[in-house]
């Protein structure tokens, strides 16, 4: 990719970036999207917002090919009044959901600008998609939207791929997905006041004892990484499994006893088994507090989002494409494991990955960076990527 196309994705990144878009809240970025779709040419017929929310537009292939999705997520972890300041400096972009994931959306259009620099006609349709509710809550349901709409269609119809961009994580080639559970633990009592009721249970107390048996269910620096309990011993089978509580609140004054308060709780693995093992670790202790806390305290557990697992052969011609259009960008590729838009596809057994951009870090934090000069790179490599697909 030339150095000017490089300078035009990254001020299309900033000028995404800079519309707030919180899970469920993605509807102005998705219609600045639409607008640009149209911007670039696309006729407006190819151009659409569909009922989830998802910015959809075709480029029409040249012959009876199948077509190809190429997608990135809207949505961001930050809340709508989050300071979205951009800091530039040498080689590097800084800001809130830079690269995760306003990169992977301006990827859309450069992958498009370098299609048409190339003079390149795809033999089948290439579909852009923007897609909503990526993250945290959102439960994939963009993506399932999309696949949704082309498991509807006859088999000559739907996609030989789809490829889920991420502005940061260069040279990774997500082909496996990340089982995912989340879960929101209330606990309630009758609470009262402070001193007068002194020594009645405390739903913020009682909560934050189970959080803290909970944290050391996973091994790992902050009780959120590393193997799970079950999996301890078995070297046969290493799993990777990671416990977060990523939300907590409850009571509702100093000098009050809580009579209710929250957590969520987000459990990850990649390997199913260790997953189960996990949730049903979570479950046990869940019931421990219900019979060590008796009638005046109650624990409820709700599901509150479940990301499917799969995965796609490494041996797969996808997967091989990958590898071999990093290599000839001077990549070095590295078959990875992630919880991406990806998952929905390949838990249906569709060929699906997920590919960085470029490098950088930060990611859902504020000090959040993309580096720029990796980038030509990393859309050079999704193009190979896209004009080798069948």
Same mark, same amino acid.
């Given at each position: ?12 990144? !900033?000028? !995404? ?24 040419? !696309? $006729? &407006? ?13 075709? +480029? /029409? ?8 999705? %190429? ?12 300071? @979205?300041?951009?800091? =530039?400096?040498?080689?590097? +972009? ?8 306003? @990169? ?5 259009? *450069? ?20 897609? %909503? ?10 993506? =399932? ?13 739907? $996609? ?26 209330? +606990? ?15 739903? +913020?107390?009682?909560?934050? =004892? ?5 944290? *050391? @269910? ?10 799970? /309990? /079950? ?19 409850? *009571? ?16 990850? &693995? ?26 005046? %305290? ?5 599901? !509150? ?11 797969? $011609? ?7 259009? @990093? ?35 930060? /990611? ?7 580096? %720029?000069? $990796? ?14 697909? =069948?």
């Amino acid at each position: 990719m030339k150095e000017e196309m490089v300078k035009r994705m990254i001020d299309l990144a !900033i000028a !995404i970036q800079q519309i707030p878009a919180p899970t469920f809240h993605e509807q102005e970025r998705a219609k600045y999207v639409e607008g640009r779709f149209v911007q670039e040419g !696309i $006729p &407006s017929g190819e151009v659409r917002l569909d009922e989830a929310g998802n910015a959809w537009a075709r +480029v /029409a292939g040249e012959g009876s090919g199948r077509c190809t999705v %190429v997608s990135a997520h809207l949505d961001t972890v930050f809340q709508m009044n989050t300071g @979205l300041t951009v800091v =530039r400096s040498a080689g590097k +972009v800084s800001g809130a959901g830079i690269g995760d994931n306003a @990169l992977g959306v301006a990827g859309l259009f *450069g992958l498009l600008w370098n299609l048409r620099e190339e003079g390149v006609r795809l033999p089948g349709d290439l579909w852009l998609v923007a897609n %909503v509710c990526e993250e945290g809550l959102g439960n994939l349901d963009g993506i =399932r939207a999309v696949v949704n709409f082309f498991e509807g269609r006859e088999e000559a119809l739907r $996609p030989c791929a789809y490829i889920a961009l991420e502005g940061i994580g260069l040279g990774h080639v997500y082909h496996r997905g990340l089982g995912v559970r989340r879960r929101r633990i209330t +606990v309630r009592t009758a609470g009262g006041h402070s001193w007068i009721d002194a020594g009645e249970p405390s739903a +913020v107390h009682e909560l934050m =004892r189970l959080g803290a048996r909970l944290a *050391g @269910l996973v091994e790992g620096k902050g009780g959120s990484t590393g193997r799970s /309990a /079950a999996q301890k011993g078995d070297e046969s089978t290493p799993a990777r499994s990671t416990l977060n509580i990523g939300v907590i609140s409850g *009571g509702w004054s100093v000098n009050t006893i809580a009579a209710e308060a929250m957590l969520e709780l987000d459990l990850r &693995s990649d390997r199913v088994e260790a997953l189960d093992a996990l949730s049903g670790e979570v479950e046990r202790e869940v019931e421990a507090g219900r019979l060590r806390l008796g009638s005046g %305290v109650t624990i409820e557990v709700e599901a !509150i989002g479940d990301r499917p697992w799969g995965e796609l052969s490494k041996e797969h $011609p996808l997967v091989r494409l990958c590898e071999a259009s @990093l290599r000839e960008t001077g990549v070095r590729p590295q078959l990875s494991t992630g919880s991406t838009d990806a998952n929905l596809p390949l838990s249906r057994g569709l060929p699906a990955v997920a590919l960085g951009l470029t490098s950088g870090g930060g /990611a859902h934090s504020m000090r959040e960076y993309v580096n %720029v000069g $990796p980038l030509g790179k990393g859309m050079e490599a999704l193009t190979r990527v896209v004009r080798g697909v =069948r």
